[in-house]
C-alpha cells in the first residue's frame, strides 16, 4: 500500500523536466500568438505612414484614404483568417510529426515572417508585411491548437488543467508585452515599429534550440508510434520516477479501446452519433469565446477610457494596465482550475461577461446625461477582462484535450481552431459595421451569446477535474446514447467493433448500460452477470452468456449455428 501511494506521488508532481516542456511550449508558440496580437495596434499610425510614404514613392501621389484603410485592414485581419488556415493543418501535422514535431516544424515558418516584418521599411514594402501577418496567422492557428493537446498528454491528471492554462496565460503575456513595447517612449516610433514586429521570432528561435531535447507525447509515441519502450521512457523523464506502470496500462486501455476506430477524420467526426455531444461543445464553447465580444471590449476600451476624463497620451498606459490584470487572472485559474473544476469556471466567466455587457450598454446610453456613468464603463471593461481571463479565455482549448480520445482530437482540434479563428475573423470584421448601426447597443449581442452559451454549459457541459480520459469519455457515453440506433442497424456478419471508441463503447448488442473496453472484456461482464439470469440482446435473437464466452477473442460478430 505504501509503495501505491509513493507511485501515486511520483505521478502526481510537477518535476522540473515537465515544468521546462510547459515553459518552452507556451513561451515559444503561445507567447508568440498574443504577442502578434498586439504588436500592430500601438504603432499603426506609423505603419500606415509608411504605407502611404512608400505608395507616394512608386506612384508621386498620396495613397487615397479608402486604399489605406483597406491596405490597414488586410494587415489585420490577415492574421485571424491564417490562423483560420492554420487550424486545418492541425491533424496532418500532429499525426505525422508528433505534438512536439508539430512545433518544431511550425517554428522554422515563424522565424522567416519576423524576419521579413523586420527589414519590410528597408525593402520599401508594405506587401511584405501583409503576407508576413498571414504567413504568422497560420503558425498561430497550428500552435494554437497544438501546444494544448501537447500539454495535455505530457500532464498527470491532477495538473493537467493547470498546465492546461498555462498557454492562455502565455498569451496573456504576450498581449502585455507587445503593449508594453507598444509604448511611444518605447518601440512604437517611426524608426522602432519595424523591430517591434520583428521580435516575434525570438521565442520561435528559443523553442526550436531548446524543445528538442525534451519528451514526445508518451500518448501519441504508444498509441499512433506503436513505439512502448520509447513511450515509457518519455513517462519516466517526465515524472521523474521509474516505475509508471499504472500510467502506462492505462494509456494501453485507451489504445486497445480505439484499435478499431483508427484515424478518425472531421468528415468522420461530424457523422459519429457517439462523440456528437463532445462536438457541439468543442463548437459552442469555441465560438462562445469568441463571440462573447471579447475583441469588441478592446476594440471599444480606449474610447471609454477617453470618455471618462483620460487625457489621449494616457491611454496607452491604461491599456497596457488592462493587459495586466488580464495576466493576473489567467495566473490565478492556474492556481483555481483544479480546486474549483472546469465547469463552474466556465459558469463564473460567461456570467460575469454577460452582466459587465448588460451594465456596459446601460452605462454607454447614459453616459452623456449622467456624470459619473464613464467611470462605471471602466469598471465594466475590467469586470469583463476578469470574467472571461477567468473561463471562456483557458478553459475551452483544456476542455478539447479532456473529452476527446487519441484518434479523434486532433480532428476536434481542427474543428475547434478552426471555430475560434473564422469566429475571431468574423467579429473583427463586422463589429465596426454593428457598432455604427447600433451604438451604445452594440453589447446587448454579446450579452445574448453569453447568456445562450452559459446555458448551454449549465446544461450540457460536465465535469472533467480529477477524470482520466477515459471516465470524462464515460460520461458523454450516457449523453450520446447510441445503443437505439445501433440495434436497429447493427445485423450479423457487421465488422464494426464493439470497442471502436472508449469514450462511448456501450455493448450495444449485449447490454444497454455496460461499458467494456474489447472482446476480452466479455467473458468479465458475463461472470459478472450470470448470476442475474439477464439474458443479452442482439438485433437477430437472443443468445446465452455461452455463446458471449465462446466469441470473446473473435474481432467480428457471427450468429450462432441453429
Known amino acids: ?40 495596434n500601438s504603432p499603426s499610425e506609423f505603419m500606415q505612414q509608411f504605407y502611404n510614404d512608400t505608395y507616394y514613392d512608386r506612384n508621386k501621389e498620396n495613397i487615397e484614404s479608402f486604399t489605406l484603410t483597406l491596405l490597414w485592414s488586410l494587415t489585420v485581419s490577415m492574421f485571424p483568417f491564417g490562423g483560420f488556415i492554420g487550424s486545418l493543418m492541425v491533424g496532418f501535422l500532429v499525426n505525422n510529426l508528433g505534438r512536439k514535431g ?83 517612449s518605447v518601440l512604437a516610433s517611426e524608426e522602432g515599429w519595424p523591430i517591434l514586429l520583428g521580435l516575434t521570432g525570438v521565442p520561435a528561435g528559443l523553442q526550436l534550440l531548446l524543445l528538442p531535447f525534451f519528451p514526445e507525447s508518451p500518448r501519441y509515441l504508444l498509441i499512433q508510434k506503436k513505439n512502448e519502450s520509447a513511450a515509457e521512457k518519455a513517462l519516466q523523464t517526465l515524472r521523474g520516477w521509474k516505475d509508471v506502470d499504472m500510467e502506462m ?8 479501446a480505439e484499435k478499431a476506430a483508427g484515424f478518425i477524420s472531421v468528415w468522420k467526426l461530424f457523422r459519429m452519433q457517439s462523440l456528437r455531444w463532445q462536438l457541439i461543445s468543442t463548437i459552442v464553447l469555441m465560438a462562445g469565446q469568441q463571440l462573447s465580444g471579447v475583441n469588441a471590449i478592446y476594440y471599444y476600451a480606449d474610447q471609454i477610457y477617453l470618455s471618462a476624463g483620460v487625457k489621449s497620451n494616457d491611454v496607452q498606459y491604461v491599456t497596457a494596465g488592462t493587459g495586466a490584470v488580464n495576466v493576473f487572472m489567467t495566473m490565478v485559474t492556474v492556481f483555481v482550475v483544479e480546486l474549483w473544476g472546469r465547469r ?9 461577461c454577460l452582466t459587465a455587457c448588460i451594465v456596459l450598454t446601460v452605462a454607454l446610453a447614459l453616459q452623456n446625461t449622467i456624470s459619473w456613468m464613464p467611470y462605471v464603463s471602466i469598471v465594466c471593461v475590467i469586470v469583463y477582462v476578469i470574467g472571461h481571463a477567468v473561463g471562456p479565455s483557458p ?25 475560434h479563428w473564422l469566429s475571431n475573423f468574423i467579429v473583427g470584421l463586422i463589429f465596426p459595421f454593428i457598432q455604427v448601426g447600433l451604438g451604445p447597443y452594440s453589447f446587448i449581442i454579446f450579452a445574448i451569446i453569453c447568456l445562450l452559451t452559459t446555458i448551454y454549459i449549465f446544461m450540457v457541459v460536465p465535469e472533467t477535474k480529477g477524470r482520466t480520459f477515459v471516465e470524462i469519455n464515460q460520461i458523454f457515453a450516457k449523453k450520446n446514447k447510441p445503443c437505439h440506433k445501433a440495434e436497429e442497424q447493427a445485423t450479423w456478419g457487421d465488422t464494426r467493433s464493439v470497442n ?61 449455428s441453429s
Open 344 to 352: 463552474n469556471l466556465l459558469l463564473i466567466g460567461f456570467s460575469t
Open 249 to 256: 496500462e492505462e494509456i494501453r486501455k485507451e489504445d486497445e
Open 102 to 184: 508539430a512545433l518544431l516544424f511550425n517554428n522554422i515558418f515563424s522565424i522567416l515572417p519576423a524576419i521579413l516584418m523586420g527589414c519590410s521599411k528597408i525593402a520599401k514594402s508594405f506587401e511584405i508585411i501583409i503576407a508576413s501577418r498571414l504567413l504568422v496567422g497560420i503558425c498561430a492557428g497550428i500552435s494554437s491548437n497544438v501546444v494544448p493537446m501537447y500539454l495535455g498528454e505530457l500532464a498527470p491528471k491532477n495538473l493537467r488543467g493547470a498546465l492546461g492554462v498555462v498557454p492562455q496565460l502565455f498569451i496573456t503575456v504576450g498581449i502585455l508585452v507587445a503593449q508594453l513595447f507598444g509604448l511611444r
Open 500 to 560: 471502436y471508441q472508449l469514450s462511448t463503447t456501450v455493448f450495444c448488442l449485449a447490454n444497454k448500460t455496460d461499458l467494456i473496453t474489447s472482446y476480452q472484456d466479455i467473458p468479465v461482464l458475463c461472470e459478472q452477470r450470470k448470476a442475474t439470469g439477464v439474458t443479452p440482446r442482439s438485433p437477430a435473437r437472443m443468445l446465452s452468456w455461452e455463446y458471449w464466452e465462446g466469441h470473446a477473442s473473435r474481432d467480428r460478430l457471427e450468429a450462432p
Open 1 to 40: 500500500r505504501e509503495r501505491e501511494r509513493q507511485r501515486e506521488r511520483g505521478r502526481e508532481k510537477l518535476t522540473l523536466v515537465l515544468a521546462l516542456a510547459t515553459f518552452l511550449a507556451a513561451f515559444g508558440s503561445s507567447f508568440q500568438y498574443g504577442y502578434n496580437v498586439a504588436a500592430v
Open 395 to 419: 478553459i475551452p482549448a483544456l476542455f478539447i484535450t479532456e473529452i476527446f480520445l487519441q484518434s479523434s482530437r486532433p480532428s476536434a482540434y481542427m474543428i475547434g481552431g478552426s471555430v
